[in-house]
């Protein structure tokens, strides 16, 4: 059914004087956004600069006006497509949408009651005119806009208009949830953001060089279908963190002079709970050895806390860096 729908629609799109301009096109006009973005991005590395010992980014006059020219064209070739692809492929996406939306429903019908008899019901065919709005809502959620009472009349007419806006608005959700029409979407965003902000954000488009490998997409993949597993690691890793955090605050707590030479240590460097959190977050999960990396040292003469200091090190290192950190990355 999808592939018939697939075939009504392009028929239907060749039929109205866009046959010029095909699936081939769209490609190649992808290929020419990426190249404007890799040309803008080239400008910027050859041409960004810092203003003498301030902070502040400055960019020749040539070089913003090429970008801003290339920028244009990104602009308005990215809206095209968008145009473009959300005319051609939402009615499928939409289409789609309502079989796997009905599919879901005849499988909580079945579940229910253990047979087909849910589905197939015997009901009389009412004309949608004669039903409260509430009525023909309820056949429209169960039985999609190509329910029979909704074509008694030889076109689709929902009979009130809350029907109607609830169909519209439920498309609305299924266009929106596809993955292909946020990614258009964000790509629009950006180039305009781009445009009118900061070209930095031209920089996010070469990221569309995921689309384009299929090893690249098995990793997206894979990220994707883990999502759950990798957010609740995450998730444990940080709890963990602060766990120590909260350890090292109240037991170690002059130990956290962090280096910041090979002779000069800050005194303040976890003068509160919420510091030392970050601290640990910050500095001990990017560190190979863990926080241990960079707290000042305690020698074996401080007996009181040089064993409970090799446990916190040690335990942490073996937690948070080697099986936490590993299980995520």
């Known amino acids: 059914p999808i592939?018939?729908?697939?075939?009504?629609?392009?028929?239907?799109?060749?039929?109205?004087?866009?046959?010029?301009?095909?699936?081939?096109?769209?490609?190649?006009?992808?290929?020419?956004?990426i190249t404007l973005s890799v040309i803008i991005n080239i400008i910027m590395v050859l041409d960004l600069r810092l203003e003498g010992a301030q902070t502040r980014v400055l960019i020749s006059d040539e070089a913003d006006a090429s970008v801003k020219t290339f920028g244009a064209f990104h602009m308005l070739l990215s809206t095209w497509?968008?145009?473009f692809m959300l005319y051609f492929r939402v009615p499928l996406i939409i289409h789609k949408g309502w079989d796997d939306r009905l599919q879901r429903s005849r499988n909580r019908k079945i579940k229910k009651n253990g047979d087909f008899s849910a589905i197939f019901e015997n009901e009389d065919i009412i004309p949608i005119e004669q039903l409260e709005a509430s009525e023909g809502r309820r056949i429209l959620r169960e039985k999609g806009p190509a329910a029979k009472e909704f074509w008694l009349q030889g076109k689709r007419n929902f009979g009130s208009l809350l029907t109607k806006l609830d169909y519209y608005w439920i498309g609305l959700n299924i266009a929106i949830s596809s993955s292909e029409v946020q990614y258009l979407l964000g790509w629009t965003i950006l180039s305009y953001l781009g445009m009118f902000m900061?070209?930095?954000?031209?920089?996010?488009?070469?990221?569309?060089?995921?689309?384009?490998?299929?090893t690249l997409q098995n990793v997206v993949l894979a990220m994707k279908m883990n999502k759950k597993s990798l957010g609740s690691t995450a998730l444990l890793c940080v709890l963990f963190t602060y766990l120590y955090s909260l350890f090292g605050f109240y037991y170690f707590n002059g130990a956290f002079h962090i280096n910041l030479s090979s002779t000069d240590f800050t005194d303040d460097a976890c003068g509160n709970l919420w510091d030392c959190y970050l601290l640990n977050l910050n500095l001990g999960i990017r560190s190979g050895g863990g926080i241990a990396d960079h707290l000042k040292q305690i020698s074996n003469t401080e007996r009181s806390q040089h064993t409970s200091r090799i446990i916190y090190d040690l335990t942490y290192f073996a937690v948070i860096i080697l099986i936490l950190l590993n299980i995520v990355f």
């Open 3 to 33: 592939m018939i729908n697939e075939m009504e629609y392009m028929s239907n799109f060749m039929g109205k004087g866009l046959q010029k301009v095909g699936l081939d096109s769209i490609r190649w006009i992808r290929y020419v956004i």
């Open 81 to 83: 497509l968008l145009g």
């Open 198 to 214: 900061t070209p930095l954000f031209y920089a996010f488009h070469m990221l569309d060089v995921m689309t384009r490998f299929s």
